[in-house]
Nanobody, 115 residues
Framework: QVRLVESGGGLVQAGGSLRLSCIASGNIFSRSTMRWYRQAPGKQREFVARISIGDRTNYADSVKGRFTISRDNAKNTVYLQMNGLKPEDTDVYYC?????????WGQGTQVTVSS
């Protein structure tokens, strides 16, 4: 069983930065694609960024150039560096571990950007 725990969310002014972290239990992290999603109340969960086993990255158009996803396999941790934050980035951010046919989710961390 894999458990994911996100941290690093908070309240920040527009233009500011936050770095989210997600640490995974178990021993499949280094063999798994890691993703960040976000979700506002009453809306569908939205893809933010993905990093593959070989460190290839993909981003949603809305965050490209502002957010950076990275991973540290030695620490079983994936990061999301968020710069140039906008009020529309306000959401609960979730990390996801895609291991084979299984998809695991964390509990989420709230990011609030004030204007």
């Amino acid at each position: 069983q894999v458990r994911l725990v996100e941290s690093g969310g908070g309240l920040v002014q527009a233009g500011g930065s936050l770095r989210l972290s997600c640490i995974a239990s178990g021993n499949i992290f280094s063999r798994s694609t890691m993703r960040w999603y976000r979700q506002a109340p009453g809306k569908q969960r939205e893809f933010v960024a993905r990093i593959s086993i070989g460190d290839r990255t993909n981003y949603a158009d809305s965050v490209k150039g502002r957010f950076t996803i990275s991973r540290d396999n030695a620490k079983n941790t994936v990061y999301l560096q968020m710069n140039g934050l906008k009020p529309e980035d306000t959401d609960v951010y979730y990390c996801s571990l895609l291991g084979g046919v299984d998809n695991y989710w964390g509990q989420g961390t709230q990011v609030t950007v004030s204007s």
